[in-house]
């Protein structure tokens, strides 16, 4: 059975940091293309970032360039997003995900097959 367990996230004021951590089980393997998705309530899930399996390569959303990282550990089958200068409006529900084959386009939640069960960051002003 695959699945994607998610760890991090709660409550932080704006300006602070937040660590989120997506570790990989059953036939899930991290190693894997993976992504960050995050949905506000009323809102569709958005891509936030994305990282390839070797970890070389990496793509994000405008919203979050410069301070938000992701990175992965294979050898652990954990990704990871640093979320740093966080701000009110990245609040919402945070989902990580991955795809044995790279997606068309790395934002677009239909190209993943394996989702973690979710995880919400709210962020205070």
């Known amino acids: 059975q695959r699945q994607l367990v998610q760890s991090g996230g709660g409550s932080v004021q704006a300006g602070g940091s937040l660590t989120l951590s997506c570790a990989a089980s059953?036939?899930?393997?991290?190693?894997?293309?993976m992504a960050w998705f995050r949905q506000a309530p009323g809102k569709e899930r958005v891509g936030v970032g994305s990282?390839?399996?070797?970890?070389?390569?990496?793509y994000y959303a405008d919203s979050v360039k410069g301070r938000f990282t992701i990175s992965r550990d294979n050898g652990a089958n954990t990704g990871y997003l640093q979320m740093n200068s966080l701000k009110p409006e990245d609040t919402a529900m945070y989902y990580c995900?991955?795809?044995?084959?790279?997606?068309?386009?790395?934002?677009?939640?239909?190209?993943?097959?394996?989702w973690g069960q979710g995880t919400q960051v709210t962020v205070s002003s």
């Open positions: 059953g036939s899930t393997n991290i190693t894997a293309y």
């Open positions: 995900a991955a795809a044995r084959w790279a997606p068309v386009n790395w934002a677009h939640a239909a190209g993943y097959t394996d």
């Open positions: 990282i390839y399996p070797g970890g070389a390569r990496t």
